[in-house]
C-alpha cells in the first residue's frame, strides 16, 4: 500500500526555521517526483514546487522560489520542506503528493497519492 | 502561468441531483492534462480524474470528467451524501501547475 507519512504539527515563532517532512512506503520512492503544496487557512491549494528523490532534481514555483528549500534523503525515503526564516504569512497546512506516471504532460503530472498534511503555524 | 477558475464557487443541491461543476483555464490546457480531486473537512486531497476524463483507480463511475481546450466539467451524476465536499481542478500541462480555487459543494 502506498502511503505518504508526514511529521507531526508545528508551532513557531516568526524568525525561526524549519523542517518537516514526508516519508514514502509501500513503493519505490525513488523513482517518482513527490509533490509539496500549501493550503492557507480556508483557502486552496497552491503548488510549492517537487524533487525527484533518485538524484535530487528540484524545481519551484515561481512563487515559492527563494522562500523555501526542498530536499530529500533517498537512503530513508523521506522528503522535506524547509525554511530558513518563518514569517506568520507561512502559517497553513503543507501536503506533499505522489507525481504519478500515468498520463503526464513532459514537465508534470496529476498526483495520485497524498500524504496526511503538516499544519504549521507560525505565531508570536 | 495558466490561470483556472472555477465556477459557481459553491453550489447547493440535496442527495440524488446531478452537479455540475466548471473549471476554465485562460488558457488552452496542452492534451487535457488536466485532474480533479476532491477535499473533504480535514483531509488532503484525492485524486478522482485526470486526463480530463480517466477515472483515478476506486472512484465510482457516477463521477465523471469531460471538456477540453480551456472548458472543463467535473460531473456528479447522482449526489450521495459523501460527495458534499470542495472539489478542485489542476492544470499540469504548463509549467508552473495551477489549481483552480475551488467549488463547495453543500447540502441545500
Known amino acids: 500500500e502506498v502511503q505518504l507519512v508526514q511529521s507531526g504539527a508545528e508551532v513557531k515563532k516568526p524568525g525561526e526555521s524549519l523542517k518537516i517532512s514526508c516519508k514514502g512506503s509501500g513503493y519505490s520512492f525513488t523513482t517518482y517526483w513527490i509533490g509539496w503544496v500549501r493550503q492557507m487557512p480556508g483557502k486552496g491549494l497552491e503548488w510549492m514546487g517537487i524533487?525527484?528523490?533518485?538524484?535530487?532534481?528540484?524545481r519551484y514555483s515561481p512563487s515559492f522560489q527563494g522562500q523555501v528549500t526542498i530536499s530529500a534523503d533517498k537512503s530513508i525515503s523521506t522528503a522535506y520542506l524547509q525554511w530558513s526564516s518563518l514569517k506568520a504569512s507561512d502559517t497553513a497546512m503543507y501536503y506533499c503528493?505522489?507525481?504519478?506516471?500515468?498520463?503526464?504532460?513532459?514537465?508534470?503530472?496529476?498526483?495520485?497519492?497524498w500524504g496526511q498534511g503538516t499544519l504549521v503555524t507560525v505565531s508570536s | 502561468e495558466i490561470v483556472l477558475t472555477q465556477s459557481p464557487g459553491t453550489l447547493s443541491l440535496s442527495p440524488g441531483e446531478r452537479a455540475t461543476l466548471s473549471c476554465r483555464a485562460s488558457q488552452s490546457v496542452s492534451s487535457n492534462y488536466l485532474a480533479w480531486y476532491q477535499q473533504k473537512p480535514g483531509q488532503a486531497p484525492r485524486l478522482l480524474i485526470y486526463?480530463?476524463?480517466s477515472r483515478a483507480t476506486g472512484i465510482p463511475d457516477s463521477f465523471s470528467g469531460s471538456g477540453s481546450g480551456t472548458d472543463f466539467t467535473l460531473t456528479i451524476s447522482r449526489l450521495e451524501p459523501e460527495d458534499f465536499a470542495v472539489y478542485y481542478c489542476?492544470?499540469?500541462?504548463?509549467?508552473?501547475?495551477?489549481f483552480g480555487q475551488g467549488t463547495k459543494l453543500e447540502i441545500k
Open positions: 489542476q492544470q499540469y500541462g504548463s509549467s508552473p501547475v495551477t
Open positions: 486526463g480530463a476524463s
Open positions: 524533487i525527484y528523490p533518485g538524484d535530487s532534481d528540484t
Open positions: 503528493a505522489r507525481r504519478s506516471r500515468g498520463y503526464c504532460s513532459s514537465t508534470s503530472c496529476h498526483l495520485d497519492y
